[in-house]
């Protein structure tokens, strides 16, 4: 061993250590030895590169844990890194709030610069770390102007008319890459602001209006910011605010946000301006719509309007709204092949809510036809359908509830099935606890091979409910000739009760029925959620032995493997769409259903 060289030292108690945890431990041991000959350093000797990413570590620190923050903001600050060497600071994205946008938090970066005159220095001379501005703080906000030079800058705004909006655009319109405005109660004015002004670098706009009594009405002067997006803003959000000429030419527009507050008034009559919007966002990519409330009668908006093709669209989410508004936007547009279409937590406000026979592009129609793999779960005039098929990208998505108990339940998700026409559904999963839902159902999904029916007694607490709900499965799939689901070939009964909810007697029955109709089962398994004692699971032994005489290949019995896990599919995390703004929780995609394997939203 040469004489200069220190002999390697296992660090006590680092054996059972991973490789990187090991390699910190043998570090701080080196550094440890070392420091009787390592001359002492202040911290301010680290070159500006490293000082540089330091400050990036503390920025990023600083976001990610606030409270208002979290994994859209961690996943979508990351994906840019791995993209870009660009500065946290330079790709903060603000989360949507009923108050506004959040703002950057600069408590840290300004800890930073009251380190040592070296720290403060380096952190002077680099602009980027300045271009997040806000005017919360007057004498901050022109320090920020100053600090960022002529880097490109992201503002928000708070405001109660465009006075201040107006002076910014003026002096720092040729370098505003981001403009949030929030907009409290207009205060009247006789003299309007002049809002012409050139933004070349503007990606993204975000106006919202926190006025709960009405809309803010954009009206001629005030269309100028909006006229500022045709240059080529990637994102545009309007949040309770609705322009009042719909001449946007968005053509580079990939990101759309639109928002009605929570007033149904809002949107009263958005369907007349919404198709001459869309129409001019070829390259749109994600859109977003938020309590959508049609207020205007279905005769009062024109039959003969041609659908809108979004031929570049890859997700849509219509939340929070009502399902006629939802599904009269669809009518109005011509879908791609590989869309994610979210229509989530709608409410069905009228008896004859899916009466009317809406009429769907061929476009979508196709689309729809794609599909082979569909879930149903309803409970509670609650209802959850997910369908989707081979393609990654590609789904429909239906959640919506109903309090009126004038409405069908069962008549009315029929029709809604009836209104999205999944020919090709060849992999059915339900959970349900109507009558009669199954009979209607099973017609619209001829080419279904696999069956997976789970019964939660939970969810049917009344005496002899999960019984009847089982034995109207059983006579659905045993009557007629030809029976319902003729191709079926696997049957799956997963449930959380005791065996005798089954109704054991008419289920042997019934797949006996099948056989000697022509339409045998090839596959039928029992998956239980818990074990059960020696007499429960004999008699379930025993019917799988009374079945396997019926049953072409094989006749299981399962326990907690999870065949009827309604877990979401990672297809409905889009981090994409969230990158201009984080939704708020209760507007992104979470199953709220009370199965295992669900995480509600709340």
């Not at 844990?65 to 600071?89: K, W």
Request: net charge negative.
């Amino acid at each position: 061993m040469p004489a200069n060289s220190c002999p390697t030292v296992q660090p006590e108690g680092t054996s059972d250590l991973d490789p990187a945890e090991s390699g910190v431990a043998k570090t701080s041991l080196q550094i440890s030895n070392s420091s009787s000959i390592m001359p002492t350093r202040t911290i301010d000797w680290f070159p500006p590169e490293i000082l540089l990413s330091i400050f990036e570590c503390v920025i990023h620190l600083d976001l990610v844990g606030d409270d208002g923050y979290g994994e859209a903001q961690r996943r979508c600050m990351g994906h840019a890194r791995m993209v870009s060497r660009t500065l946290y600071s330079s790709i903060y994205v603000p989360a949507i709030t009923p108050y506004g946008l959040t703002r950057f938090p600069t408590h840290a970066l300004h800890g930073l610069t009251h380190v040592c005159k070296r720290w403060r220095e380096v952190a002077l001379n680099c602009p980027t770390l300045w271009t997040n501005i806000d005017n919360r703080v007057p004498a901050q906000m022109d320090a920020f102007f100053v600090r960022s030079r002529a880097a490109p800058i992201s503002i928000n705004l708070i405001s109660r008319n465009f006075g201040d909006l107006a002076s910014i655009m003026y002096r720092h319109g040729s370098r505003i890459k981001r403009l949030d405005v929030t907009v409290h109660k207009m205060v009247p004015s006789s003299r309007q602001p002049r809002l012409r002004c050139a933004v070349p670098l503007l990606e993204c706009l975000t106006m919202v209006s926190t006025d709960n009594e009405a809309p803010l009405r954009l009206h001629d002067n005030a269309m100028a910011i909006l006229d500022a997006c045709n240059f080529g803003v990637k994102a545009l959000a309007l949040i309770n605010v609705i322009p009042s000429v719909p001449r946007l030419a968005l053509t580079q527009l990939t990101h759309l946000y639109l928002s009605g507050g929570s007033r149904t008034a809002v949107w009263g009559d958005a369907m007349h301006y919404l198709p001459a919007i869309l129409a001019h966002t070829p390259a749109l990519q994600h859109l977003h719509i938020s309590n959508l409330r049609q207020r205007t009668t279905q005769a009062d908006i024109s039959d003969a309007m041609q659908p809108v093709a979004l031929p570049a669209l890859r997700s849509l989410t219509c939340s929070k709204g009502w399902v006629t508004s939802a599904l009269r936007l669809l009518e109005l547009l011509e879908l791609p092949e590989n869309v994610l279409v979210r229509l989530d937590s709608l409410e069905c406000q009228s008896p004859n809510t899916v009466i009317r026979s809406y009429a769907l592009s061929p476009q979508t129609l196709a689309w729809l036809s794609s599909f082979t793999y569909l879930e149903v779960m309803s409970h509670n005039h609650d209802t959850l359908l997910i369908a989707h098929g081979s393609r990654p990208h590609s789904g429909l998505w239906i959640q919506a509830m109903c309090h009126n108990l004038m409405v069908d339940w069962v008549q009315w998700l029929t029709q809604l099935t009836t209104m999205f026409p999944l020919p090709s559904v060849t992999s059915l999963k339900i959970s349900w606890h109507d009558e009669d839902l199954v009979r209607s159902l099973f017609r619209q999904f001829p080419l279904v091979t696999e069956l997976v029916a789970y019964f939660n007694h939970e969810w049917m607490p009344g005496e002899g409910d999960c019984e009847r709900v089982a034995s109207d499965l059983y006579a659905t799939l045993s009557e007629g000739n030809p029976p319902s689901c003729p191709r079926l070939e696997t049957l799956i009964l997963s449930y959380d009760a005791i065996p005798t909810a089954l109704c054991i007697p008419q289920l042997v029955d019934a797949i006996a029925l099948r056989k000697a109709l022509g339409y045998p089962l090839r596959r039928f398994t029992i998956d239980t959620g818990h074990q059960h004692c020696k007499s429960e699971e004999d008699e379930l032994q025993s019917t799988l032995r009374r079945v396997k005489a019926h049953v072409l290949e094989s006749s299981d019995l399962s326990c907690g493997t999870g065949a009827f896990e309604f877990k979401m599919d990672e297809r409905w995390t889009i981090p994409e769409a969230e990158r201009w703004w984080q939704l708020p929780n209760d507007e992104k995609a979470a199953n709220v259903f009370p199965i295992y394997g669900f995480e509600p939203r709340w």
